[in-house]
C-alpha cells in the first residue's frame, strides 16, 4: 500500500508560478510511474503529465506543455509539478498518482492508476 499526500497548492495571479509536491509513503521500495491530474467543477479528470520510476520517460497535455514541468526525487519519494505562466483556466484540484512499473521505462497516460492522493487546490486569479 502508498499513500500519497499533495501540497504546495494556492491561489497565485495569472502569470505567477507554483510548485506541487507529492510526498509518498507506505511501500516505496518498488518501482512506480508517476502522474499529475487535474480537475475542474464540472470537468472530468484528465492528465496532464507523467513520468517513468527513472525519470527519463515524461508526458505533457498539450495544454500544459512548455509550462509545466514534472520531475522526481526517488531518494526522497517525492514528485514535484514546476508550473509557470499559470493561467485562469489552471484552475482546479491537482491530483498525484502512482502505477506500479515493469519496467523502468513505463508511463501510464490513461486514468487507470493504482493509487491516489486526495487532491491540492490551485486557483489563479486574472
Do not use: H
Amino acid at each position: 500500500q502508498v499513500q500519497l499526500v499533495e501540497s504546495g497548492g494556492g491561489l497565485v495571479q495569472a502569470g505567477g508560478s507554483l510548485r506541487l509536491s507529492c510526498a509518498a509513503s507506505g511501500r516505496t521500495g518498488s518501482r512506480y510511474a508517476m502522474g499529475w491530474f487535474r480537475q475542474a467543477p464540472g470537468k472530468e479528470r484528465d492528465i496532464i503529465a507523467a513520468i517513468s520510476w527513472s525519470g527519463g520517460v515524461t508526458y505533457y497535455a498539450d495544454s500544459v506543455k512548455g509550462r509545466f514541468t514534472i520531475s522526481r526525487d526517488n531518494a526522497k519519494n517525492t514528485v514535484y509539478l514546476q508550473m509557470n505562466s499559470l493561467k485562469p483556466e489552471d484552475t482546479a484540484v491537482y491530483y498525484c498518482a502512482a502505477d506500479q512499473a515493469g519496467t523502468n521505462w513505463y508511463i501510464r497516460i490513461s486514468g487507470e492508476y493504482d493509487y491516489w492522493g486526495r487532491g491540492t487546490q490551485v486557483t489563479v486569479s486574472s
